[in-house]
């Protein structure tokens, strides 16, 4: 008889249906990632340059194409756009050591300055300042280096100059001169 009631209890108590929904069929289901740090819009603008140049200058060639690749990376890996990562001719300079309380030389050398240029094109100003920091952290003895704005003037300081047609282009402007003219008989 005991055993017939403790049954019937026990099917009465799982024959009732639940009356209150569980947590997690009230909550529903959301997305993993946001259930330990929500996702904020964050609403504010930097400012970003247009294009920077990074220059770099030395006298040993090696470590300057070392520092460059690696300048190169760096600002692939802050997500900046390389434009252009260029060599500009080298300019040599002489150097001469005179003997002591004398104008006499004792020896001349000659030392080539190498320069080589990044060019990056929309960089953020907030990254742009870790980006030079980590760079200026970087940088071999006996380099020396320097960022800016792009200006016409870099473009230009990139080419070599042609002697010989600059020669020829002064020639032609010549020949438009009334007075060249004459004096050469074609007048």
């Given at each position: 008889?005991?055993?017939?009631?403790?049954?019937?209890?026990?099917?009465?108590?799982?024959?009732?249906?639940?009356?209150?929904?569980?947590?997690?069929?009230?909550?529903?289901?959301?997305?993993?990632?946001?259930?330990?740090?929500?996702?904020?819009?964050?609403?504010?603008?930097?400012?970003?340059?247009?294009?920077?140049?990074?220059?770099?200058?030395?006298?040993?060639?090696?470590?300057?194409?070392?520092?460059?690749?690696?300048?190169?990376?760096?600002?692939?890996?802050?997500?900046?756009?390389?434009?252009?990562?260029?060599?500009?001719?080298?300019?040599?300079?002489?150097?001469?050591?005179?003997?002591?309380?004398?104008?006499?030389?004792?020896?001349?050398?000659?030392?080539?300055?190498?320069?080589r240029v990044v060019r990056?094109?929309?960089?953020?100003?907030?990254?742009?300042?870790?980006?030079?920091?980590?760079?200026?952290?970087h940088i071999?003895?006996?380099?020396?280096?320097?960022?800016?704005?792009?200006?016409?003037?870099?473009?230009?300081?990139?080419?070599?100059?042609?002697?010989?047609?600059?020669?020829?282009?002064?020639?032609?402007?010549?020949?438009?001169?009334?007075?060249?003219?004459?004096?050469?008989?074609?007048?």
């Amino acid at each position: 008889m005991a055993t017939t009631r403790a049954l019937s209890v026990f099917s009465r108590i799982i024959s009732q249906k639940r009356g209150f929904a569980s947590l997690r069929e009230t909550v529903g289901e959301h997305d993993a990632s946001l259930l330990y740090e929500p996702k904020f819009q964050d609403k504010r603008e930097f400012p970003e340059y247009n294009t920077i140049n990074v220059r770099i200058q030395g006298y040993d060639f090696g470590p300057l194409e070392k520092y460059q690749a690696y300048i190169h990376k760096t600002a692939k890996r802050f997500g900046f756009s390389v434009a252009d990562s260029y060599a500009v001719a080298a300019q040599t300079q002489r150097a001469i050591t005179y003997k002591p309380y004398s104008t006499v030389a004792e020896s001349e050398i000659d030392l080539s300055t190498y320069d080589r240029v990044v060019r990056l094109n929309d960089v953020s100003a907030p990254r742009f300042s870790l980006f030079t920091q980590m760079i200026r952290a970087h940088i071999p003895v006996g380099v020396t280096m320097t960022i800016k704005e792009h200006e016409k003037s870099d473009e230009d300081s990139r080419y070599i100059p042609d002697l010989l047609l600059k020669q020829k282009q002064e020639e032609l402007k010549a020949l438009d001169d009334p007075n060249v003219r004459r004096n050469l008989g074609w007048e």
